[in-house]
């Protein structure tokens, strides 16, 4: 796509500009699918755009394992970091919040804001610490009707996500079909297959084989970063591609080969790899990882009868998005939902995208993406 | 491949028998390819068959990183395992020890036999560790030269290796064409992807990070069981394919997902990891595994000018063979080395075969595979 083609994308996009997150507080107990609950309920939230009077320009964003609430914007002068999906969301982007009224919330069993594993039980003064109870993504999107309740929204113009978020809007499309206008699922799938599962079950034995861990007990100041570091470094593998990671790194080096062994840093995708490790020990909870991977590893959407019976509660209209290059959730996986949706004779749309990035294709700026979303959302 | 086609590769077949390693000791100093030296080696090896009085008939092979030197056969009635290339090798067997005298070596830098980190330096009476000297799959194949010459074998009726193996196979053919009379190499590359790295990056990290290793000086006894099983977990699943790893797991429990969270085995794909994890900590060296990973890491034909005349060094016709499925070592970094020795005017055979068991692929029962081999042995 040369410049011209891709001019009108850019032309009237704006900045969201300064954003807060809030705090939805439910003194109500909140109860989880598996039976267990907590006596009161946080969801951490931003939000961009106006609420219309008729109440039904609201698009809800759901976020990946390692996003947050705050996908556009940023908070302060001091905290400049831009939302993670900043390139999508604001007056004149794809998710244009000069149209839309746009909610972004924190997932549930997560560790920014919401309710998790790391929040203080009010009943007890402590961490929840394992005592969190078991959550599934249908939990995740339970504690988001809820914050939309609190705002006055019946009907939702708009879900999407990716990913994990991707997971939650099928979940949205299927248990909220009476408030969901339309969807959009990225990068996404009905369930883990093994090779999923592997790699997140890898990724918390390196978390709950860290002594550091102690069943869940750690000082949150001294997390088990070794654990979390590893099991991130390896997930971060996942997220991208062969050739995306050939082409931004290949085999550069940050330190000759010379001298003595030594196990530093010699490739520039190590250094790359460990950043992400290290990075993510500071901002991520090791319980919230445990538990959200758990999620994901159980969402399946084939059960407890077959894909097709629970793909037939869907009422809106949906777009499911798959990514050549995605190893981790394969576009075949993706596909496979639109074929079951399609089947039971819903309104449903597949598109397959050749990006390089891998499962983070969905991160990333592409008009053609953009293009697909913008179109679907004013459908 | 129906029953009566695949018959003629059964017939015949006998097995090698009890077996026993032995070791090859040289007094002299052993200089690595980095500088360093270690003032003896040995060399651990297997020899199955007859070498003919021509002493012509000598097949090496070459083993992967968590490999030995036992590849076919049985040690006693009490330790029943069978080498791990018992259906390759045997009277009658694609490589016949009725007509080949076949030799597998352990690899310098490993952990079962040959001089390694773990290894006790005559000099000082105490184990390597981090002094050993950094290792190159050249200083592998420069060992396994010294051996050939304590055998009185000249020249190599073959060379054949998959993996690290495989590209042992390849510096074979290039550092010693004299001694090479054909070579096969499976599942190999020209050197590491990104991609390839990372992993190992990451299983590094895992190893490292973890408190026991100490800077590798960890007590045999007590080695750093977390961060190594975590590695071979994270390894084992780049070795295996999301079809095989499906087919053979697929969603399968192994407990019910009902009551408290946990974070003990759910999926029987866990299970199957967890124990691979745990047993290679038994039986593989820490320290080894960092230094056969550094060695696999820079491992580069592309170096010093060209792949195109690193190879022009080879003499002897060859076989490169890819395995559609392996997404570590993909099929196209092996038709890259088959094409870039065609380039060089090379004799030289690239096979590329559809099995979905990944990487790994190489070291199971193939009728298409056993017949390439069994084949290009006898041309």
Redesign the interface.
């Known amino acids: 796509m040369n410049d011209s083609e891709q001019a009108p994308l850019i032309s009237g996009e704006g900045e969201v500009g300064f954003v807060e997150y809030q705090d939805f507080v439910s003194r109500e107990p909140f109860c989880f699918e598996?039976g267990?609950s907590i006596p009161e309920l946080t969801v951490r939230y931003e939000t961009y755009g106006r609420l219309n009077a008729a109440k039904d320009n609201a698009v809800l964003i759901c976020h990946a394992l390692s996003g947050n609430h705050h996908c556009a914007g940023v908070h302060s002068m001091e905290e400049r970091k831009q939302g993670w999906w900043n390139f999508m969301v604001g007056p004149g982007k794809p998710i244009d919040t000069s149209r839309y009224f746009v909610v972004c919330s924190n997932a549930l069993g997560g560790c920014s804001g919401s309710s998790g594993p790391d929040s203080i039980n009010p009943e007890t003064g402590v961490r929840y610490k394992?005592d969190?109870?078991?959550?599934t993504v249908r939990d995740m999107v339970s504690a988001q009707s809820l914050l939309l309740d609190s705002l006055g929204i019946d009907r939702l113009h708009a879900v999407i996500g990716g990913s994990m978020g991707g997971m939650q809007t099928l979940q949205w499309a299927i248990d909220f079909p009476d408030r969901v206008g339309r969807y959009i699922a990225l990068a996404c799938c009905a369930?883990?297959?093994?090779?999923a599962?592997?790699?997140n079950?890898?990724g918390?034995?390196?978390i709950?084989?860290?002594?550091v861990w102690d069943n869940g007990n750690y000082d949150p100041e001294q997390p088990p970063g070794?654990?979390l570091?590893?099991a991130r470094?390896?997930a971060h593998?996942t997220y991208?591609s062969?050739a995306g990671?050939?082409a931004?790194?290949?085999?550069k080096r940050r330190s000759s080969?010379?001298?003595?062994?030594?196990?530093d840093v010699?490739?520039e995708?190590?250094s790359y790899?460990?950043y992400q490790?290290q990075s993510f020990v500071t901002r991520f909870d090791a319980n919230a990882y445990?538990?959200l991977t758990?999620a994901l590893?159980?969402f399946?959407l084939h059960g407890p009868d077959s894909l097709d019976a629970t793909l037939s509660a869907v009422t809106a209209p949906g777009l499911v998005v798959g990514f050549t290059s995605d190893?981790l959730y394969?576009s075949q996986g993706n596909r496979e939902v639109a074929e079951a949706l399609l089947r039971v004779g819903k309104d449903a749309t597949y598109a397959e995208l050749a990006m390089d990035f891998g499962h983070d294709s969905f991160l990333l700026r592409s008009p053609e993406l953009y293009d697909l979303i913008r179109c679907f959302l004013v459908r």
Chains 1, 2 share one sequence.
């Not at 969190?132 to 959550?135: A, E, N, V």
């Not at 080969?257 to 196990?263: D, I, N, P, T, V």
């Open positions: 598996s267990g394992l969190f109870p078991k959550l369930r883990h297959n093994a090779q599962i592997a790699f079950g890898t918390r034995q390196a709950v084989q860290d002594p070794h654990g570091s590893v470094m390896m593998i991208l062969d990671m050939e931004k790194f290949g085999r080969s010379a001298g003595k062994e030594h196990f010699e490739f995708v190590e790899l460990r490790g445990l538990y758990k590893d159980r399946d190893w394969p």
